[in-house]
């Protein structure tokens, strides 16, 4: 078991790596140098010495390394649109609606999608299965902007009953969480009905019953616990994914995430702060599937007690 | 004057190492799936090749055809090493050894007519123009016993039988020295066996093919084959004329497995099993090395008992 | 050995050809209503993509009805008339030629990349495989929005960049189904067959294994449409996407944010025709694989 945890850590490591050095590339790779020609004409000199003061003309593996240095010691820089308060201080300020939306969008939703599912599952075939799998289909395809599109014109601009916009008081949040909450419930009601029935199918479940266990009983104990391993694992990369702001729903309810700041990052150039979002993103995405990874081979027995290969 | 055996297997050895468990020290072990095996199949002749199941049979026939690379030892067909060949090099003999596997099913591609699967044997090799391929192997279909309609359909519209035939009829096109038959009965049904047999005589006749019979039917390798190798647990440990081996069996192994053969009388049934594996290697013959004229040795190894017959035995001074 | 009679009688021809298996898939296929109906809807789509200029007044460009700006769906106007006087309608079928290229070039180059990679990452394993399987993680890692919105902006959008982006984030599907499905067929038989002919690797990979590699590959490309869809409207959503006038759904939801509160009809349609089209593309491309290999469901 150690030496699978080790070996993901290590792969896990040098896709990081490659991803870091990629992002940080191509980012030099639009700059062009913030202070060729343009505006104010500078001589030589003057440039060359501005240039040597921000390290800028080093070669670019000796920037990236100062950066990654600085990186590990949480030193992401200052962000050009907001001189006022280093990168890390912005990225923690605009942390906060994206978490409280994005998580709270996943808390509710994911539960909501379980007993979604588990309703489809248990009256196959009825219409609580059809409009459960309905609904459940559509949360997935249909993109996340045109449900928060839908979600305006419908609650805030055609029943007017829900502030569209903002983020100052809850009742501004109740639009975007829904929102938010749309794949997460999709996704655990397809899990949910296709693992569970998957396991009614099971024999031992028959065998359950045939000794006389409750339905209920049957229910939590043997067959949730059965179908629960793959929707824990997707859990994790889940909650990341939405907790970091969807840049629509942002946008479209004009939150002031880290979505929006992402999307204004990228217009207006701002690099220390694009990339520090990039690289944090990605980190977190590693170790989501790293510790994924992990616990899927953890509560899966089959990994876990090992067996002999038939 | 005896030209050059079809085949002649070596001294050939498969071992796979095996990991296992444990973080920083896993423990290796070895799995010697074939051990030291050494076999000689002539021209115009059928070898049977019998043992249960994990006794390296099948292995033995896949290093023969450098399907799997042997741990050590080597194959020579009609004289030649082709042990190491690179795969260039490797391309001509292949057309002199050639397979047919158990599982009819999944040894036809499904993506492919009849007519296109025994034709491409001679397609890989660049033999003859697209027609005469066709032309080609329409013919085998109907020496295999298909009509040469059938060269439009698709496997899964034949009987498991009728697939066995077309695997036949692909292996055989290219008119090779050597075919390697890893059990090509065990999944048919009794009648449609006897059948195949049949036919697998009649082509060996016709064409002096040496056929190297991979079994654990043993009433099947009576009726089809001239000799008798009999393998456990990676090694040969008896090799006869094949009535010899059904009627003097010298080792304790192959007189285990004879008795395993259903009796055709209830009153017929000789009783003898070995409770466990060490105790059937625990029952290796002894024999005496001064009276064959050997040296003795800790290590069983195969003793010439005269007239073809081999026994795997511990030679004690 | 007895020397039997020359050759042994032919079996008689049966009278019918047997069902093959692309005819049991058809069936499953039809007997999901809801994919049927998705591949109706999908075709009509893109029927009247291809037709446009015919069932249209004018130009997705021109600006002919500036004195009728904004104004609401109505018998002349069936979608009604934009903020730069254009034919809403007209827009919105000309933004569909734009999704379904985008979408169909994208999955083309992602099955062209991620055929081969799969193939040689199942065919050959070893350190192969683990190689190509970083760089899937790679590309998994890596929101993929973001990095299309990082390239995007360093490419400053354009057509055939949006579709290389698209085509990026879509082969690591395709390539992983190829991959599961020759790892399964290497082992089989007819492979080794083919081996113990001499064919090289070369040969067996492509006569052999891709062909039957045929359903996870339609199935990789169908499903990867609507997430190139989705990726070139989520690019020209924000802007970096498919460069104005050229008609963009995406687009056409931002601008349509503006203008919602009074003309609803400038954000309702290109919502509505993205939401049925990706809707239509991704039910068809379920429908196609439980009908192509039932026991892919629900991977």
Known sequence: MTVFILRRLLSIMVTFFIVSVLIFVMMHAIKGGPFDAGDMPMPPAVRDRIMAKYGLDQPIYVQYLKYMWGVLRLDFGVPFQSPGETVLELIGRAWVPSLVLGGLGVLIGAPLGILLGMAAALRRNTWVDYLASAVATLGLTIPVFVTSMLLILVFAVWLAWLPASGWGEPKKWILPIIAYATIPMATYARYTRSAMLDTLNKPFVTVLRAKGLSERRILFQHVLRNSSIPMVTVFLPMFIGTATGSIFVEAMFRVPGLGAYFVSSIRTRDYPLEMALMLMLTVMFCLAYLLSDILYAWLNPRIRVGGRKG | MTEAPALELRGLTKTYRLREGGALRPTHTALHAVRDVSLTLPRNAILGLVGESGSGKTTTGMIALRLTEPTAGQIIVGGTDITHLGHGALKPFRRRMQVVFQDSYSALDPMFTLAQIVAEPLHIHGLGSPREQTQQALDWLERVGLHRSYGGRYPHELSGGQRQRVAIARALILRPDVLVADEPTSALDVSVKAQIINLLQDLQAEMGLSILFISHDLSVVRSLTDRVAVMFNGRVVEEAPTEAIFTDARHPYTRALLDAIPALHPRDRRVRTFASRDALEAATPRMAARDLGLAPSDVARLVDLGQGHRVEALLTS | ?299
Not at chain 3, 108 to 123: D, K
Request: glycine share 8%.
């Open chain 3, 1 to 299: 050995m007895t020397v039997t009679s020359a050759t042994p009688t032919p079996t008689p021809t049966p009278t019918y050809r047997q069902r093959g298996p692309l005819w049991f898939a058809w069936r499953r296929f039809v007997a999901n209503k809801g994919a049927v109906v998705a591949g109706a809807v999908l075709a009509v789509i893109m029927v009247m993509a291809i037709i446009a200029p015919f069932i249209t007044k004018a130009g997705p460009n021109a600006q002919d009805f500036l004195t009728d700006s904004l104004a609401a769906p109505s018998a002349t106007y069936w979608f009604g008339v934009d903020d730069l006087g254009r034919d809403f309608f007209t827009r919105i079928i000309y933004g569909a030629r734009v999704s379904l290229t985008i979408g169909f070039a994208a999955a083309t180059f992602s099955v062209l990349i991620g055929i081969p990679l799969g193939a040689l990452a199942g065919y050959y394993e070893g350190w192969v495989d683990w190689v190509i399987m970083r760089v899937i993680e790679i590309f998994s890692v890596v929101p993929p929005l973001l990095a299309a919105m990082l390239l995007g902006a360093l490419t400053r959008g354009g057509f055939l960049t949006i579709v290389v982006i698209s085509a990026l984030f879509g082969w690591v599907q395709v390539c992983l189904l190829v991959r599961a499905q020759i790892k399964a067929f290497k082992e089989k038989e007819f492979v080794r067959a083919a081996q113990a002919l001499g064919a090289s690797p070369g040969y067996v990979i492509r006569r052999h294994l891709i062909p039957n590699s045929i359903s996870p590959i339609i199935v990789g490309f169908v499903l990867a449409i609507p997430l190139a869809m989705m990726l070139e409207a989520s690019l020209s959503f924000l802007g970096i996407g498919v460069p104005p006038p050229t008609p963009s759904w995406g687009q056409m939801i931002n601008t349509g944010m503006s203008f919602m509160y009074f003309y609803w009809h400038m954000a309702v349609f290109p919502t509505a025709a993205l939401a049925i089209t990706v809707l239509a593309t991704t039910l068809f491309g379920d429908g196609l694989r439980d009908a192509l290999d039932p026991t892919m469901k629900g991977r």
